[in-house]
């Protein structure tokens, strides 16, 4: 019913190859930007500054041409240092590791302000009273702060969430045979341009689907307790 001329297997193995980018990429830029929230909370100017660099070049350039350095660039600079320090060996990155990289490195960009905002937002004097009670400053961020700051930023990681699904199509530029560069092969094959990239884009809207029905138990389920419902109203009392 949908073999789209024959190129229906076609769409549907470049979907697979989309939905395998988000793990990885998400994983990456999670840790990058609880790395860059501390890092830029910290009193450290070298940390800091660390954290401000980064934020501010990766959100400066458009991810396209992040993804272009990772692939292009990056593999020469590194085998330039090599070549430096004597060494022979050559480093290689393939599209889909070129992928994950860019993309982690774009949404860990953004997650840092996210993650900065949460850690802002809590109360002082509970890390205070983790500290008094005796606790070490990675059992307090443990028990205290992370869970606290996972609720705050899910709605912000959300929406990053559903931008970098979108920017997983930006790989196509490095020859990686996901969704969108499989409906340009396929577009190409058949001269029928709308009919594949109609295709793409329901499949886009379909996967960003799902990822909001996700985000929104996964806020339900942060809030739990709380007596608040996910975005910060609190719910409504018995009459």
């Not at 990456?28 to 934020?55: C, D, F, N, P, W």
């Not at 840092?112 to 005796?134: C, M």
């Not at 990675?138 to 205290?144: G, V």
């Not at 793409?200 to 339900?220: D, S, V």
Request: charge should be positive; avoid cysteine; hydrophobic fraction near 55%.
């Amino acid at each position: 019913m949908f073999d789209f001329k024959g190129y229906g297997g076609l769409l549907i193995e470049g979907a697979l190859i989309t939905l395998a980018l988000i793990p990885p990429s998400l994983a990456l830029g999670l840790l990058l930007g609880m790395a860059g929230a501390l890092a830029k909370s910290s009193r450290s100017r070298v940390l800091r500054g660390i954290g401000q660099a980064y934020t501010t070049i990766i959100r400066g350039i458009p991810e396209l041409l992040v993804v272009l350095f990772v692939f292009f660039a990056l593999p020469v600079l590194v085998n330039n240092l090599l070549a430096m320090t004597g060494s022979e060996a050559q480093v290689t990155i393939g599209p889909f590791v070129a992928g994950v990289t860019a993309l982690g490195l774009a949404y860990g960009a953004y997650a840092t302000e996210v993650f900065r905002g949460a850690l802002g937002a809590l109360p002082k004097g509970q890390i205070e009273a983790a500290r008094a009670l005796g606790m070490s400053p990675a059992l307090a961020f443990r028990r205290i702060v992370l869970p606290q700051v996972w609720r705050l930023a899910l709605p912000g990681l959300g929406n990053l969430l559903l931008v970098m699904m979108k920017d997983t199509s930006l790989v196509s530029v490095v020859a990686l045979d996901e969704l969108m560069r499989k409906a340009h092969v396929a577009a190409g094959a058949t001269r029928e341009p709308f009919t594949f990239f109609f295709a793409a884009a329901l499949i886009y809207l379909f996967f960003t689907l799902i990822a909001e029905i996700g985000i929104a138990r996964l806020e339900y389920w942060a809030a739990r307790g709380t007596g608040r419902r996910p975005g910060g109203v609190p719910k409504a009392g018995r009459a």
